[in-house]
């Protein structure tokens, strides 16, 4: 007998309620291992000191306990992981290391294929699909040895800041009333949670960085075409990224390093010449000059400002100073996706089953459909694209990385966010106003969490580069990072913390 999504939701939240005091004290126990950053947890795996079934069954109990909180997963992998992990420990005692990740559980956004796990993209539209393969990505980081401990709440099929999905919105750990930011919802909660020791998110318009910053994590968006995207649900293909995020500025660069390289039956990807990360993590910053963009201070929350602004007077410190600058303007070119490029992959499905969408999406998806885009508009666009993308790296002349707000704002309450949706308001603009012109420029960007509001929400700090500057990119985001104790809190979340309504769910 098949179930509704109302009644599993129940009879699960019954479930996880009559299993709670049971598992608490277990992962408590484990709480020690969760909180390893996944760099010492491969460190611990490498040297023998700690098993890779040890460190999966930890965030396994983890979330047994906190995921009914946060709606951070749609699947928890449970099984697969625990059957990967006894592999994996099986390879380590008979001398065999698959690469750096080995033994380490990562969780990936429901919009990334997983062979023999479900994909949903957080629709009831593939509520039940299950890839035959794996994307590119996740292939290359089950090589490099990570266990995959499950799939990640998203806004349904990547179209938003994370607030609606079939599945549920995620919760902020930092306040559970609180959005995520998105569309890499479920895996910004997971990480800064400690149910995972990293993730995999997708950045069209800020959806790795978003959530970092709302939920005061290390979120990377590489240059496009170094990271594949094949395998993954795609929204807008000429600005889709996929990207790593994590607790650490090393740990992003470790899975970089396993993500990174050319993909010949990806049609984004670009061929680079293979680097090495983490090396170039220890490379000297202080001869760096940085820029503060012009329009990307603009209209920013007050605590925001000020957070910014004092890790930009360190950052002065810490390099040869920080001076005004500008990036190429982008405006004009943002909207592919209204131009028909999102219609492209979901015309078809859409046409045949438009109820399995929500209506959110479903409302996009029509006016994308009512305005008839034309291809001549779309092909102009994107030649203006590519123009930009060959010159961009020409607006870094007078300085070598720029610095800014990843957000505008805090993170808002998801009852505010619903109720802007049901209303069919617009969406705030300071949301991806920082973020999106970079998918477009196609450069390096990496959020760093730089403060907290008087509320205890998390702040985030972008830092970006020219084409292929990643090195330089986290280099810096690491020499901010040891200066400061943001990465080093955690959010108060207890077994007893209550989960607060939402009104339009």
Not at 244 to 255: F, G, K, S
Not at 268 to 286: F, M, N, R, W
Not at 354 to 376: C, F, H, N, W
Not at 448 to 456: L, N
Request: charged residues 20%; neutral net charge.
């Amino acid at each position: 007998m098949k179930v509704t999504r109302r009644e599993f939701t129940a009879m699960a939240a019954g479930a996880v309620a009559a299993q709670t005091i049971a598992r608490v004290s277990v992962a408590a126990a484990a709480g020690d291992l969760t909180e390893l950053s996944l760099s010492e947890a491969a460190a611990r795996v490498r040297a023998g000191s700690v098993s890779a079934t040890a460190l999966t069954e930890a965030c396994l109990a983890r979330i047994a306990v906190y995921d009914a909180k946060l709606d951070a997963f749609i699947t928890v992998m449970k099984n697969q992981a625990l059957a990967q992990a006894r592999q994996l420990d099986a390879e380590q005692k008979a001398g065999k290391l698959r690469g750096p990740l080995h033994g380490v559980p990562l969780a990936i956004k429901d919009i990334i294929d997983t062979a023999g796990a479900r994909t949903t993209g957080g629709s009831a539209l593939f509520e039940d699909r299950v890839p035959a393969e794996d994307a590119t990505v996740v292939a290359r980081l089950v090589a490099a040895g990570a266990v995959i401990i499950g799939k990640t709440n998203t806004q349904e099929f990547a179209m938003g800041g994370g607030e609606t999905s079939f599945w549920g919105p995620a919760r902020n750990p930092w306040n559970l009333a609180h959005n995520t930011g998105g569309s890499s919802s479920g895996s910004g909660a997971a990480v800064a949670a400690f149910l995972s020791y990293g993730a995999l998110g997708t950045d069209t318009g800020g959806s790795v960085r978003m959530p970092a910053s709302y939920c005061g994590i290390v979120g990377l968006k590489a240059t496009y075409g170094l990271v594949p995207i094949k395998g993954i649900l795609p929204l807008t293909m000429s600005m889709d990224h996929c990207g790593p995020m994590t607790r650490t500025v090393e740990d992003t660069a470790l899975m970089l390093n396993a993500m990174a390289g050319y993909d010949r039956l990806d049609i984004t990807s670009v061929e680079h010449a293979k680097e090495d990360y983490v090396a170039q993590l220890a490379q000297p910053i202080g001869s760096l000059r940085l820029g503060m963009p012009v329009g990307y201070f603009d209209g920013l929350d007050p605590e925001v400002g000020q957070a910014v602004e004092t890790a930009i007077n360190l950052l002065a410190k810490l390099t040869r100073g920080v001076t005004e600058g500008t990036l190429p303007p982008v405006t004009h070119l943002a909207n592919l996706g209204g131009l028909g490029e999102t219609l492209a992959w979901h015309e078809p499905y859409f046409k045949n089953a438009p109820g399995k969408y929500m209506l959110t999406e479903r409302r996009r998806l029509q006016s994308i459909a009512d305005a008839e885009p034309k291809a001549v508009d779309y092909i102009r666009a994107k030649w203006e694209i590519e123009t930009l993308r060959r010159k961009v790296d020409d607006s870094f002349a007078q300085f070598d990385l720029v610095v800014m707000p990843t957000q505008r704002i805090v993170a808002p309450s998801l009852n505010e966010l619903l109720k802007r949706a049901a209303d069919t308001a617009p969406a705030d603009p300071r949301v991806v106003s920082n973020c999106q012109p970079l998918n477009v420029m196609g450069i390096p960007a990496v959020s760093i969490p730089c403060g907290f509001s008087k509320s205890g929400l998390p702040i985030g700090l972008m830092i970006a580069g020219p084409r292929f500057s990643e090195g330089k990119v986290l280099a810096l985001a690491q020499a901010y990072e040891k200066a400061t104790p943001w990465h080093l809190r955690k959010p108060p979340l207890t077994p007893s913390t209550a989960k607060p309504p939402v009104s339009a769910a």
